[in-house]
């Protein structure tokens, strides 16, 4: 079992930026893929973006690619998301999840944690 706890959302304005943290336990954190997960209200969750268990490989949604950074310390067993230029559409609750399988991990992983919410003002 991970447990993952993701924290740092909070309200912003528009153009501003956050950075989100998920401490994960249970488990040898660079064992796993991480990845975060968003669902606005009254919409399905969506991807946002992963990385490797090593921190070598990251992927983006297209929504998100070139605003936002998603980073690991695995020797704090800690993972980021810098959001940058935030917008009112990243309003969402955001989620981490890990998966030992960096394809997985992008649409089934197998551990989630609480999500964090994120709330950009116009």
């Known amino acids: 079992q991970v447990q993952l706890v993701a924290s740092g959302g909070g309200l912003v304005q528009a153009g501003g930026s956050l950075r989100l943290r998920c401490a994960a336990s249970?488990?040898?954190?660079?064992?796993?893929?991480m990845a975060w997960f968003r669902q606005a209200p009254g919409k399905e969750r969506e991807f946002v973006a992963a990385?490797?268990?090593?921190?070598?490989?990251?992927y983006y949604a297209d929504s998100v690619k070139g605003r936002f950074t998603i980073s690991r310390d695995n020797a704090e067993n800690t993972g980021y998301l810098q959001m940058n230029s935030l917008k009112p559409e990243d309003t969402a609750v955001y989620l981490c999840?890990?998966?030992?399988?960096?394809?997985?991990?992008?649409?089934?992983?197998?551990?989630w944690g609480r999500g964090t919410q994120v709330t950009v003002s116009s």
């Open positions: 990385i490797s268990g090593s921190g070598g490989i990251t």
């Open positions: 999840a890990v998966d030992n399988s960096f394809i997985r991990v992008r649409f089934a992983p197998i551990y």
């Open positions: 249970g488990r040898t954190f660079s064992d796993y893929a």
